[in-house]
């Protein structure tokens, strides 16, 4: 069994739409939850980080943690053409340990 | 402030020939990664340094891989001999020190390696 379950996608939405991004995990330690975005031939790009459970906010997007049902959320409102990219969550142990990293879903943003 | 920085972009060997990837981290970091990807794969990570030591060397796949940070600044991997499945796409990042935002790890570009 995978440590981290993503669904790969594709995923495309309209302009404008609400994303719902998800993954499971099945280890009860990982304290961090990140959610990495990366461009085509680009590296990943951290975009937001929760520790334990609970839900954080920057400016479009929210993170989700549910450590009860190891579940993890990422919401884009407002999606925009440039939101396009493969979505990456990753967990992590603690606050410098490696990150074990999801198989990333594909999203794309028609204009 | 200059990001992580990873060369060569992209590197194309024959099966039991010698590469070596280099990863410059951003400046003062003292924490330093290497991941790589696989075709059709999730990023896997290889192994973690604090400064010049190596902290969790658990993901590397065998002894033909070798790790080093001379002095805790750049890091190189070194592949030999190379073999087929070691194509992939090859990443490095870095964060500052335990207890300042390290979890917040900064992603290089990657070099992709190609074994024929």
């Known amino acids: 069994q995978k440590e981290v379950e993503q669904d790969p996608g594709p995923l495309s939405v309209p302009e404008g739409a609400i994303v719902s991004l998800n993954c499971t995990y099945s280890?009860?330690?990982?304290?961090?939850f990140m959610w990495y975005r990366q461009y085509s031939r680009k590296g990943p790009e951290l975009l937001m980080y929760?520790?334990?459970?609970g839900n954080k906010e920057d400016g479009r997007f929210t993170a989700q943690v549910d450590k009860s049902s190891k579940y993890i959320s990422l919401f884009i409102r407002d999606s925009q053409p440039s939101d396009s990219a493969t979505y990456l969550c990753a967990p992590a142990y603690s606050s410098a340990s490696k990150i074990i990293f999801g198989s990333g879903t594909r999203l794309s943003i028609r204009p | 402030e200059a990001g992580v920085t990873q060369f060569p972009s992209h590197s194309v060997i024959e099966k039991g020939q010698t590469v070596t990837l280099r990863c410059d981290p951003i400046s003062g970091h003292d924490n330093l990664y290497w991941y790589r990807r696989v075709m059709g794969k999730e990023i896997k990570f290889l192994l973690h340094?604090?400064?010049?030591?190596?902290?969790?060397e658990s993901g590397m796949p065998n002894n033909r891989f070798l790790a080093e940070r001379t002095g805790g600044t750049y890091s190189t991997l070194k592949v030999q001999p190379a073999e087929l499945e070691d194509s992939g796409v090859y990443f490095c990042?870095?964060?500052?020190?335990?207890?300042?935002?390290?979890?917040?790890?900064?992603f290089g570009p990657g070099t992709r390696l190609t074994v024929t």
């Open positions: 990042a870095s964060s500052p020190r335990a207890g300042v935002s390290s979890y917040e790890q900064y």
């Open positions: 280890n009860s330690a990982f304290q961090y």
């Open positions: 340094f604090v400064k010049e030591s190596k902290q969790d």
């Open positions: 929760t520790y334990s459970s």
